[in-house]
Nanobody, 114 residues
């Protein structure tokens, strides 16, 4: 089992920045990928970014150049640095970890205001 705890969400003005954190615990040696998803009201959950054990990253087109995913293996933590935030980035952000199945955090709200 893997447990994920997110933090760092909040209210920010458009153009501002936030950093999300996701701390993993449990059977973490088996994790081969960690990522961030988001879900806005009335919309499906969508991939934001992921990072593999090898350090490869992938981003949704909508966040390329603005968001950066990184991980600190010593702290078993993955981060999402979000810059130049837009109104459409408003959503609940979920941390994901994958081994033979997906694990999810409880979600953290990000609200971007004008």
């Amino acid at each position: 089992q893997v447990q994920l705890v997110e933090s760092g969400g909040g209210l920010v003005q458009a153009g501002g920045s936030l950093r999300l954190s996701c701390a993993a615990s449990g059977t973490i040696f088996s994790i081969n990928l960690m990522g961030w998803y988001r879900q806005a009201p009335g919309k499906q959950r969508e991939l934001v970014a992921y990072i593999t054990n090898g350090g490869s990253t992938n981003y949704a087109d909508s966040v390329k150049g603005r968001f950066t995913i990184s991980r600190d293996n010593a702290k078993n933590t993955v981060y999402l640095q979000m810059n130049s935030l837009k109104l459409e980035d408003t959503a609940v952000y979920y941390c994901q970890a994958r081994n033979v199945r997906d694990y999810w955090g409880q979600g953290t709200q990000v609200t971007v205001s004008s």
